[in-house]
C-alpha cells in the first residue's frame, strides 16, 4: 500500500485500480472460454475454476476421439483419411436417395393428417425472424453441431454472422434438403 501522499502516488493507485478492473475482466473472459468448452451446464454461474473446466474439457476431448474403426470387410482402419473415407462411405450409401415404387389407389387408405395449407407451410423457406427466433432459443452453453460454438456465441455475434447463417438456412430449403455437403465438411 501506499502510504505517502504525492502527484505521483494517487496516479499509482489509479493505475493499480485500473489494472486490477483489467485483471478482473480477463478473469471473466478466461472464465467464460472454459465455460464453453467444457459445455458442463451443471456447474453454477460464477464459479471460476478454470484447472476444472481445463481438466473437463481435455477428458472430453479424449473420449470424443476416434483412434480406430472397423469397415465393412472386418479391416482396421487407424489413419484420419481411412477413417473420414469409411464413414463417408458408409453415409453416403446408408442415406443415399432411392426411388420408391408406391401402387396407385393407396391415397385413400390413409387419413389425411394435415392440411393443405400446413403442407404447402411446411416447403416454405423460413423467414428472418423465426431463423433468429431459433438461434436465441438455443442452449447458451450446448452447441447445436460439433463446430463447437454453443447458444452464447451465436447470440453475442449475432450481428456479424447473421448474413451467414440466414445463407445456410436459405439454401438447405432452396437448393437440396441434403445434409451430404455438411456430413463431407464435419469429417473431413
Known amino acids: 500500500m501506499i502510504t505517502q501522499q504525492s502527484p505521483n502516488a494517487a496516479e499509482l493507485v489509479d493505475r493499480d485500480t485500473a489494472l486490477r478492473v483489467r485483471l478482473y ?7 467464460v472460454i472454459w465455460r464453453q468448452k467444457s459445455r458442463a451446464l451443471w456447474l453454477n454461474e460464477g464459479d471460476r475454476n478454470t484447472r476444472f473446466f481445463h481438466l473437463f474439457t481435455i477428458i472430453r476431448q479424449g473420449r470424443n476421439r476416434i483412434i480406430a474403426i472397423k469397415n465393412d470387410d472386418g479391416a482396421l482402419l487407424s489413419s484420419p483419411d481411412e477413417i473420414s473415407k469409411a464413414f463417408i462411405d458408409r453415409l453416403s450409401s446408408t442415406f443415399a436417395a432411392e426411388a420408391v415404387y408406391f401402387p396407385r389407389g393407396l391415397e385413400g387408405l390413409v ?6 395449407l400446413e403442407a404447402e407451410e411446411m416447403g416454405t423457406i423460413p423467414s428472418v425472424e423465426e431463423i433468429k427466433e431459433v438461434v436465441f432459443g438455443m442452449n447458451p452453453w450446448k452447441a447445436p453441431d460439433p463446430d463447437g460454438f454453443p447458444g452464447l456465441f451465436y447470440r453475442h455475434y449475432w450481428d456479424t454472422i447473421a448474413d451467414d447463417v440466414l445463407e445456410t438456412v436459405r439454401d438447405f430449403f432452396i437448393y437440396d434438403h441434403s445434409l451430404q455437403p455438411l456430413i463431407r465438411l464435419i469429417l473431413c
Open 111 to 116: 387419413s389425411q393428417s394435415i392440411s393443405s
Open 25 to 31: 475482466e480477463l478473469h471473466e473472459r478466461e472464465e
